[in-house]
C-alpha cells in the first residue's frame, strides 16, 4: 500500500469520519442482505477498541438529491447494532444542526451512523462547501467504500481535502491488494474471464487485460459481437453492430489469447425455458438467441481455468437468473473455485452467480464493488483511492 491505512493513525480519543458502503437491499423495512455491513465490521472494530469515535457515513440508492423515507439508513443503523452487539446511534441528517449536535455530544467508543448522504444534490456534485460541512468537527478520515472509489463525491474526494489525514479501511486495503496483485505481478498462467452483454461496457477492461493474460475466456451476450465480427450467423442473439469493427481489431491484435465458445445454449427468449437446446455457435438459427455458453464451451474453459495460476472474473457467461440458462455460468464458478490458483471475483453479478453455485467461500476474494473493480481492471486511478494521504 502506498496510501495511509487506518492503522497509520492515532485514534485514541479521535473523533473520526469513516466513509462505507452500506448500499444494501432492503425488504418491508430491513436489511435483505448484510454482506457489505459485515464486510465493514474489521475497520469498525478497529476503530472503537482503538478509542475513537466513529461518524459512519454512506450512500443508499438513488434519492436523487432529496430526502426520501424508502432510502434512508434507519434499518442499517438496527442491523449493524445487532452485528456489533452494541448500540449504533442514528443522526437523522449528515450535514446541520442534528449531526452537529449528536457528534458533538459522541463519547470515545461510540459508533455514529449518518443519514443517507445522498438526500442532498451536493454529494454527488462533490460540492466543497458539503464537503467541509462533513469534515467540521474530524480531522481524521477513513475511506472502507471501495465500491463508492471509481466516483469523485464529496465525501470520497472532497473531503480529504479538509482533514489531515486520509487513509484506507481495512476493506478497501484488502480489495486493492488483491486486485492489484492479479494485475499488477500476477502467477502465470494468468486467466481472465469476461461475461455480460456488451462489448462496449468492457472494452478498455479487454485491452488493459490483453497485455497481461494468457487467456481471455469470452462468455455472455458479448461473445455474438465477436462472433458476428468473424462473419457467423448468430440468429436473433444480443449484438452491437457498431462494435464489429472493434471486435475484429481485438480477435487481430489478441493472437490466440482470447477464447470463443464453441456451443450455445438457444431458446426463442429468455422465458422460453422449455425451447432450450444446445447448438455449435455457427448454427443458431434464425429466430433464435444465444442464452449461455453450452456444455462442450464450459469443459472446455474448465480445463483452461484449471491450469491458471491466477484468475480474475468479471461477468456472467449467460443469463444465469434463469435456471434453464445458468450452467455455464456455474460451471465456470465451480472450476474457479477448484482452482488452486488466486482468483478474484469482480462484484456485482459475478458475485451473484459464485454464490448461486454456493462456492463463495472457495473463492480468494469477492470484490464488493462491480463498478469500481471494472474501473480498476480496465487500469483507471479510482478517485477515491488517489485521494486519500501518501505513505
Sequence with gaps: MVKLTIRDLDLKGKKVFVRVDFNVPLKDGKVANDLRIREALETINYGLEQGATLILASHMGRPKGKPNPEFSLAPVAARLTELL??????VPDCVGPAAEKAIADAAPGDALLLENLRFYPDEEANNPEF????????SLYVNDAFGAAHRA????????????????????EKELRYLAGALEAPEHPFVAILGGAKISE?????????????????GGAMMFTFMKSQGKGVGKSLCEEDKLELARKLLAAAG???VLPTDAVVSSGINDAA?????PVCQIPEGEMGLDIGPQTAAAYAEIIRSARTIVWNGPMGVFEKDAFAAGTIAVAKAVAD??????????????????????DNITHISTGGGASLEFLAGHVLPGVAALTDK
Design 131 to 138: 464537503a467541509g460541512k462533513l469534515a467540521a468537527q474530524t
Design 153 to 172: 463525491h464529496a465525501s470520497t474526494e472532497g473531503i480529504t481535502h479538509f482533514v489531515e489525514k486520509a487513509a484506507a479501511g481495512f476493506l478497501m
Design 202 to 218: 468492457k472494452i478498455e477492461v479487454i485491452e488493459n487485460l490483453l497485455g497481461k493474460v494468457d487467456r481471455l475466456l469470452i
Design 275 to 279: 425451447g432450450a437446446r444446445v447448438v
Design 85 to 90: 452487539g452494541k448500540n449504533v446511534i442514528f
Design 339 to 360: 482452482s488452486s490458483a488466486l482468483s478474484v471475483v469482480g462484484g456485482g453479478d459475478s458475485a451473484a452467480a459464485a454464490e448461486k453455485a454456493g462456492v463463495s
Design 256 to 258: 490466440d489469447k482470447i
